[in-house]
Structure formats: structure tokens, C-alpha cells
């Protein structure tokens, strides 16, 4: 199972952050949340709660890390602002 879910979720990582890609991948991943229409449907109720657990984890993860990212080099930027010498 690992040889099949390992490549699936590094591209679904490198395409979250190409920020070309991102909101859609995003979009998508809430679409596939709330659709009836999955790959383990919710009628199985252990394997369909297993699979959108897992997409929404997955989501949660990679998009909080961007965030932190994100708060991360602009923490920087404000912290070293450059400096402007007058002549």
C-alpha cells in the first residue's frame, strides 16, 4: 500500500505548493470532501470516514505549513528591514 499512497502524496505536496496550482488543489480537496462521489463512498461507513479522515488531514497539514511558512519570512523581512543610508 505504501508503494501506491508515498508517490500520491508527494505530488499532491509539490503541487500545493506551486503557488500556480494551489487554491485548485485546495478547491478540489474540499469538492472531494463534501461529494458524494469518492473513492471509498461513505455507504462504508468505516472506509469512507478513513478516506475523507485522510484527505483532510493531508489538507490540514500542507496548508498550515504554508501558513507557517509564510508567517515565517515575513517575521524575517519585518525584523531586517533594509536599511536606507542617506548621503
Known amino acids: 500500500m ?3 499512497t508515498q508517490p500520491l502524496y508527494a505530488w499532491y505536496r509539490t503541487t500545493l505548493q506551486n503557488s500556480k496550482y494551489r487554491w ?3 478547491l478540489g480537496s474540499l469538492f472531494y470532501l463534501v461529494s458524494p462521489f469518492n473513492l471509498a463512498t461513505d455507504a462504508l461507513p468505516i472506509l469512507g470516514w478513513i478516506d475523507d479522515g485522510v484527505i483532510a488531514t ?3 497539514t500542507e496548508v498550515s505549513q504554508l501558513l507557517l511558512a509564510q508567517l515565517k519570512t515575513r517575521k524575517t523581512k519585518s525584523a531586517n528591514p533594509e536599511t536606507v ?3
Open 58 to 60: 493531508v489538507l490540514v
Open 85 to 87: 543610508s542617506v548621503s
Open 2 to 4: 505504501k508503494f501506491f
Open 24 to 26: 485548485l488543489i485546495v
